[in-house]
């Protein structure tokens, strides 16, 4: 059975994260004939002696126009063992925001350093966004060793003054690799030039790490979509909550408790796309049929009587604003949306914001500004069902949403109270 | 089971059919966008299980260009039979008589379908329409999102996307605006063939392979049909063939393949070197950007 990992990759041009990608997708054969052929073309084109695998990412016209890349992009490729999902992103400081979106969903995150200029401001602001995000394996690859001659001591250099910086981050596993994505060391295959590097290739690390534990399976959170009741007289006693599980075990007979009611009764199946089944654990998308016709509805959440999350109107957060035509300040109100709930927030106050680059908090900030990340408390016109981010990533993150543009603003993780 | 792991395929089932319920629970009115190809049959598919036992709450569309294989309307009729669907119609040749749009050079009713979609959309409302696209199909669908914002006019800004952030859909829009939602957005093209391979979802015959009368044609093998006549210098020939894409009948070429079973279509494309669209499609040629050109006008 193969799987599926997730990892995101932030970086500039020069630090050969888009060559990095491309040398992943064609040397694991991710990379068809005809989309080589038309790099290969355009790199001609532009008198390029070589063929520019940053083309294969950037596939806006501005984005080929200008050599920079805007947005997220999602990359495919799969091996015998698992499938890869890269959600790859800018790495400038004005682009904050795509790291956040990119790191939101990911396992893993590679940091690329070029092994000539050592670990930068940039390095470390992926490193802190990354693990901030909840992201808990960083592969921090050193890149261009051929262009220091292979030296050991460069990389242990930069893998010490990196580890030094990230003891002051939350880090679940890092491992570090050198590289040479243009020509290929240690990206599918083993290098000739780095016999004292004892680890794994980038592309064996990704298939081998472990993601599994990285899920919370204790407790239960499962967030109502919406109610399947069929109209049809074959199903017409059928009723059942459809929706994603969030975290947790949920087994058919479980006790649950219904928020925000707090009715209980217990699970008398789970139906799946596949059938029923007798356990669940995320991320399925499953429906729960219920032993006792209770009143539950879309944005309600099922969870287990002696472990609730915190019932709220009052939310800690970090937020990251990702609008460059407004800013968020004190007592401006926005719509929020938490798990499949909507409600309203108003900015209660904005504690600090934090310089992405040295870590350091700014309290005497009171607004926060495209791609700031800052501490704000929101006061929510009905109670939300949170856990902190660090617990679970599903029941701690909301987004906010201007309500005159009907624009995402921002993205919050919920702290800890 | 015991290790409480999903596998790929599953993972990805799951995803797509919470993108599929946010959308039937948050839009006042949805519709999925059929065209008879396998990518939008995996997506009905889906819809299907994202509701079951009721049926699915929206209707399906289709753009009927005039310019169908017969096989797949057949196979769209079926379908719409036996699972009980609302099917819209929106029809290009009615477009066309009522000379609301007119054909482009060569007889391509490609750039033409947006104006009716357009106007099928306004005519019932819709506010939501699923596409089957995936990201690994094409460099600008790589940066769509899965919920992807259009303005009145259906046009597409990729300056300008929402962020999207873990499974956080935010589909609020104003009256008269869309949005695009793709749940096949994170599936590969051997992904859906997997899919289809392991839960035996039925496809038209077309893509399995099959002797057909075709003409060789700057590369590509074109079936001679009511939409495609041998010219002057061709030569048809019976060749052993099936398509890998079911676009219109007069654009879509096949392949020369001897995989007349699922499990061996999935053998091959695991071992194909070419893209789909690269290797049948001689709409998407027209330059590095022809892709996101047509989307910011309205195109899927």
């Known amino acids: ?417 | 089971m015991t290790s409480r792991v999903l596998d790929q395929l599953r993972t990805l089932e799951s995803e797509s059919i919470h993108v599929i319920r946010e959308v039937a629970a948050e839009m006042q009115r949805p519709c999925l966008m059929f065209s008879g190809g396998k990518d939008s049959i995996v997506m009905l598919h889906l819809a299907v299980k994202a509701f079951a036992p009721a049926r699915i709450p929206f209707p399906i569309m289709h753009i009927d260009t005039g310019l169908n294989f017969p096989e797949v309307i057949a196979f769209r009729d079926r379908l719409v039979t036996d699972l009980d669907l609302d099917l819209v119609v929106a029809s290009v040749p009615d477009a066309l008589a009522r000379g609301e749009v007119r054909e482009g050079p060569g007889g391509s009713r490609n750039r033409i379908q947006t104006p009716v979609l357009l106007a099928a959309i306004e005519e019932h409302g819709f506010d939501a329409l699923f596409g089957g696209a995936r990201r690994d199909e094409e460099k600008a669908r790589a940066k769509e999102r899965v919920f992807s914002f259009r303005d009145e006019f259906g046009q597409w800004d990729p300056k300008n996307q929402r962020p999207e952030l873990w499974n956080l859909y935010n589909g609020r829009i104003a009256p008269g605006e869309q949005i695009r939602v793709f749940p096949l957005s994170n599936w590969t093209e051997l992904d859906i063939w997997n899919y289809i391979a392991h839960y035996d979802v039925p496809v038209p015959g077309l893509y399995l392979a099959h002797d057909r009368e075709v003409v060789e044609r700057q590369g590509m093998l074109y079936a001679v049909n009511d939409f495609i006549d041998a010219r002057d210098d061709e030569v048809p020939a019976v060749r052993r063939v099936r398509y890998r894409t079911m676009g219109d009948a007069n654009l879509t070429a096949a392949v020369e393949s001897e995989a007349d079973t699922i499990a061996k279509v999935v053998e091959e494309i695991a071992a194909v070197r070419l893209t789909e669209r690269g290797a049948t499609r001689g709409d998407d040629k027209v330059s590095d950007t022809s892709m996101e050109d047509r989307k910011k006008e309205g195109y899927f």
């Open chain 1, 1 to 417: 059975m193969s799987d599926l990992l997730r990892f995101a990759t932030a970086g500039s041009v020069d630090d050969g994260k888009s060559t990095l990608i491309g040398r992943l997708l064609f040397d694991s054969k991710g990379l068809f004939t005809d989309q080589l052929e038309d790099i290969e073309r355009i790199s001609q084109r532009r008198g390029n002696d070589y063929v520019d695998l940053s083309l294969l990412t950037d596939g806006l016209r501005a984005e080929r126009e200008q050599g920079i890349t805007i947005d997220v992009a999602y990359r495919y490729f799969a091996t015998p063992r698992r499938k890869f999902i890269i959600a790859d992103t800018p790495g400038h400081v004005q682009y904050t925001r795509n790291m956040v979106t990119g790191a939101s969903t990911a396992d893993v995150a590679l940091i690329l350093v070029d092994a000539r200029k050592g670990v930068t401001e940039q390095s470390r602001r992926h490193a802190f966004l990354a693990t901030l995000l909840g992201v808990s394996h960083l592969v921090l690859c050193v890149n261009k060793m051929d262009l220091v001659d292979w030296s050991e001591d460069v990389f242990r250099t930069i893998v010490d003054d990196f580890k030094e910086f990230a003891a002051k981050l939350i880090v679940g596993d890092l491992s570090s690799i050198p590289v040479s994505a243009l020509l290929g060391d240690n990206v599918v295959t083993r290098s000739e030039h780095t016999p004292w590097f004892e680890g794994a290739t980038l592309l064996s690390l990704l298939e081998n790490l472990h993601v599994a534990s990285d899920r919370n399976l204790v407790d239960v959170r499962f967030p109502v979509q919406l109610v399947i009741r069929p109209q049809s007289s074959a199903a017409r006693d059928y009723r059942g909550y459809a929706g994603n599980l969030a975290s947790g075990i949920l087994k058919v007979g479980d006790p649950i408790r219904v928020l925000p009611s707090g009715l209980e009764t217990t699970v008398a199946g789970i139906d799946t796309a596949s059938g029923p089944v007798d356990e669940a654990f995320p991320p399925m998308s499953i429906v729960v049929r219920l032993a006792e016709e209770i009143d539950v509805s879309r944005g309600d959440m099922l969870v287990r009587p002696r472990n609730v999350p915190t019932v709220t109107q009052d939310v800690e957060a970090l937020i990251c604003w990702m609008d460059e035509s407004a800013t968020l300040s004190a007592r401006k109100k926005y719509a929020i949306k938490h798990t499949t709930r909507w409600a309203r927030a108003l900015v209660r106050d904005v504690e600090y914001r934090i310089d992405v680059n040295t870590l350091h908090r700014h309290i005497e900030d009171d607004e926060l500004a495209l791609n700031d990340i800052g501490r704000v408390t929101l006061r929510i016109t009905a109670p939300l069902f949170v856990d902190a981010y660090r617990e679970n990533r599903e029941t701690g993150s909301f987004i906010l949403v201007d309500e005159s543009t009907n624009r995402t603003v921002a993205a919050g993780l919920v702290l800890r109270r």
